[in-house]
C-alpha cells in the first residue's frame, strides 16, 4: 500500500480545496477510513456535538450493483472522535443548500431518530 507523504496530503487539500469533494477528502485523510467505509457513511452516523463519527456500514459493488452492508469484523465496527467535523458540517450544510436530494433524505431520518 502506497500512503500519502504529508507535502502530498498538503497538495491535494490545496488542489481540492475549492470543489465539492474537499470535505470528503480532508476527512478521509485526517480519519484513515477506508474508501467504502466513507461511502458507506450517513448522516445519522455524525454526532457533531460530540465530534464523533460511527462506522456501522461499509459500501462495496458486487457485479455491478452497489449494495450496503455490515462491516467485516467487529473491530470495524467503531466510533472515532473527530477533528473534522467542521468540515463534514460544511458539506452538510453544502448539500443541503444544492438540493442533494439523498443528503435531504439522511439530514431528515437523522433529525428525527434519537440522538445517542
Not at 81 to 87: I, M
Not at 107 to 112: L, M, Y
Request: hydrophobic share 35%.
Amino acid at each position: 500500500m502506497k500512503t500519502l507523504t504529508p507535502q502530498e496530503v498538503a497538495r491535494l487539500l490545496s488542489i481540492a480545496k475549492d470543489t465539492a469533494y474537499y470535505s470528503i477528502i480532508y476527512t478521509a485523510v485526517n480519519t484513515g477510513l477506508r474508501q467504502a467505509e466513507l461511502l458507506g457513511l450517513r448522516w445519522r452516523d455524525l454526532n457533531l456535538d460530540r465530534a464523533s463519527l460511527s462506522v456501522s456500514q461499509v459500501l462495496f459493488k458486487r457485479r455491478g450493483i452497489c449494495q450496503f452492508k455490515e462491516p467485516k469484523s467487529e473491530h470495524s465496527w467503531r466510533r472515532l472522535d473527530l477533528s473534522v467535523s467542521a468540515q463534514l458540517k460544511a458539506l452538510r450544510e453544502y448539500a443541503l443548500r444544492n438540493g442533494c436530494t439523498v443528503v435531504k433524505e439522511y439530514v431528515d431520518e437523522a433529525e428525527s431518530s434519537p440522538r445517542e
